[in-house]
């Protein structure tokens, strides 16, 4: 019995071909949100409750709902009216839930607060912005109100603070002390209080804050980049892995960012051409047809092959278990559309621009030291150089000709490529320096835009009707029994 037990209880894991599609379709994301409905609502058929849930997922699963949180002076009016006429939002304010006339006059702050999220609740219920999703303006206020939301399961898609710049809040500063000296002070005590509320919002929403600073931009441009924003979702801590591809040729410094990625997030660095040599000494089929082509120098392994060497590392146990950043590789946009096809196609795309002129230079200065085979720069002020010029030595890879012909490949192929990827991939400079750019890198990993759309969807198949067979004992179809049982109990939803 012990043996059985032990059986059950062995680890499991998830076959790689199923985690693209688990995170194509946000299968995690989609039970979390599940499970957190049926703990605010505790419905008495849970079943029939997840049944009705999951259709409702469907219909309101990429509308945005958005709490606008801006300083007294700012026109949050207008700017959720630009939401309305660009994405249809329905602007919601602190005078729209009171018109429900639940809430009294003479009652403390904590039944105000639960009657505006009943309110609230009330008004999503009906299902009228099911469709066109809400933007919550000048409310919630204070925490109690957004906890108050929050326990009756009101959760927002995005909450956007704007920001003054400094500017504007020295301006500001000094009409609020004009006005102090000309006894009004009630801009001055509007100020603070937000202040002090703003702190306990922002406590309270914490984990899908985002901060947008004013600066010079009119209210038009500023609602363009917060629609932009509503396009990216916040990691909701699904459990997943970069598969990362740096595409840049030698000299773009992919190499030294990927090398500096391993160490960041205990990735596995899988550099195409050292791979290559590796399966080139190996005693397999592969091996064989590779070592066929070094006495041909005008063929290359063709893209078919190339692939398949990836594919055979990537699918490796260390490369499923922590992830991996790719290099060296794809050269072309076949070798593109190739690794999209792959069961674990790669969640980030990042290209490294660098001129070409920068990527010459960088590849003719560099020598090897020939004993210790250290890496140098002849074209910096290293003092330490001079010492054992003698002891430099050129690599092969970096002659003239070898290196002109490999940047030429590579400029030819990009623009094909950056076509492909579309808005899936980042663009990053890497003639900037080396902290500048991983920086750039970092910030590139930490957007949410880890489960992009697929730049290369599987065809279906397509199914002939003539193929397919009838059989007499297939099962009915129930859909004839919808006027046979008596009509599901309807849960409403917000």
């Given at each position: ?123 999503l219920k009906t299902g009228a912005l099911h ?239 020939i004993i210790t085979g250290s890496k140098h ?118």
């Amino acid at each position: 019995m012990s043996d059985f037990v032990d059986a059950i209880k062995r680890p499991l894991s998830i076959p790689p071909r199923f985690v693209a599609y688990s995170e194509k379709h946000k299968i995690y994301e989609l039970f979390q949100e599940l499970s957190k409905q049926l703990i605010i609502d505790q419905p008495d058929d849970h079943i029939l409750y997840m049944k009705q849930c999951l259709e409702h997922a469907i219909r309101k699963r990429d509308i945005p709902r958005i709490i606008l949180i801006a300083p007294p002076d700012f026109d949050k009016m207008a700017l959720a009216e630009f939401f309305q006429k660009e994405i249809g939002l329905y602007p919601i304010t602190l005078e729209d839930l009171e018109e429900k006339k639940i809430i009294k006059k003479n009652v403390c702050l904590c039944n105000e607060s639960e009657s505006l999220a009943m309110n609230m609740r009330k008004l999503l219920k009906t299902g009228a912005l099911h469709s066109s999703g809400w933007i919550l303006v000048d409310v919630p206020r204070t925490k109690k109100e957004a906890r108050a939301f929050q326990r009756l399961g009101i959760i927002p898609t995005h909450i956007f603070q704007i920001m003054s710049n400094n500017s504007i809040e020295e301006e500001f500063t000094k009409t609020i002390s004009n006005d102090y000296l000309g006894n009004n002070d009630n801009k001055k005590v509007e100020m603070q209080k937000y202040k002090k509320n703003l702190r306990e919002l922002r406590e309270a929403y914490a984990n899908c804050l985002i901060e947008i600073e004013i600066g010079i931009r009119s209210i038009e441009e500023l609602g363009k980049d917060c629609i932009a924003l509503t396009k990216i979702k916040k990691h909701s801590g699904a459990p997943s892995l970069f598969r990362i591809v740096l595409i840049g040729s030698r000299g773009s410094g992919c190499r030294t960012v990927a090398k500096y990625l391993t160490k960041r997030f205990d990735l596995i660095h899988v550099d195409f051409n050292y791979i290559l040599k590796q399966v080139r000494l190996q005693e397999t089929p592969i091996g064989e047809v590779l070592r066929s082509f070094e006495h041909r120098w005008e063929e290359k392994p063709k893209p078919e092959m190339r692939i398949k060497i990836i594919d055979n590392y990537i699918n490796k146990p260390e490369c499923a278990n922590k992830g991996w950043v790719l290099t060296s590789y794809p050269i072309t946009v076949e070798d593109f559309e190739l690794l999209d096809m792959m069961d674990t196609p790669p969640n980030k795309v990042i290209f490294i621009e660098v001129s070409a002129e920068i990527r010459k230079e960088r590849l003719l200065n560099r020598r090897y030291n020939i004993i210790t085979g250290s890496k140098h720069n002849i074209s910096s002020n290293d003092n330490n150089n001079k010492s054992y010029d003698c002891e430099l030595g050129l690599h092969p890879n970096d002659y003239i000709n070898v290196v002109t012909e490999e940047i030429s490949q590579y400029d030819n192929n990009v623009e094909e490529m950056l076509k492909y990827a579309g808005e899936s991939a980042f663009i990053i400079d890497g003639s900037a320096d080396e902290r500048s750019v991983r920086e750039s890198v970092e910030g590139c990993l930490m957007q949410s835009k880890i489960y992009s759309e697929p730049r290369k969807p599987r065809q279906k198949a397509v199914i002939d009707p003539y193929d397919v067979e009838y059989d007499p004992e297939d099962e009915p179809d129930i859909s004839i029994f919808d006027t046979i049982m008596p009509p599901e109990f309807k849960y409403t939803f917000i």
